[in-house]
């Protein structure tokens, strides 16, 4: 079975950086493109960032653009967010997903992705 965990989530003053990890399993990791999502209470699921099967292009929200920085490493089959200059509002919880690219929707749908992991929660205090 496909299992996507996400780690390294936790609490930094605005301003600070952390960096997130997604280890997958039960799939071939090279054939997926990749995705971060994040979801705060009583919010849509947003689109941050996406990395192609290659890691050769790389995809971010608006939000997080100049910010964030999407990476994979296909040998071990992770996929890395770092964050940086991070703000309150970059509060959620952070998910991290595989698309096939059998639905064919875009990278930044939600319902493009075939599978996702458990959550990591980040918390960015002012």
């Known amino acids: 079975q496909v299992h996507l965990v996400e780690s390294g989530g936790g609490l930094v003053q605005a301003g600070g950086s952390l960096r997130l990890s997604c280890a997958a399993s039960?799939?071939?990791?090279?054939?997926?493109?990749m995705g971060w999502f994040r979801q705060a209470p009583g919010k849509e699921r947003e689109f941050v960032a996406a990395i192609s099967w290659s890691g050769t292009s790389t995809y971010y929200g608006d939000s997080v653009k100049g910010r964030f920085t999407i990476s994979r490493d296909n040998a071990k089959n992770t996929v890395d967010l770092q964050m940086n200059s991070l703000k309150p509002e970059d509060t959620a919880v952070y998910y991290c997903a595989a698309n096939s690219g059998r639905s064919g929707g875009r990278y930044d749908h939600s319902l493009t992705y075939d599978y996702w992991g458990q959550g990591t929660q980040v918390t960015v205090s002012s």
């Open positions: 039960g799939l071939t990791f090279s054939s997926y493109s």
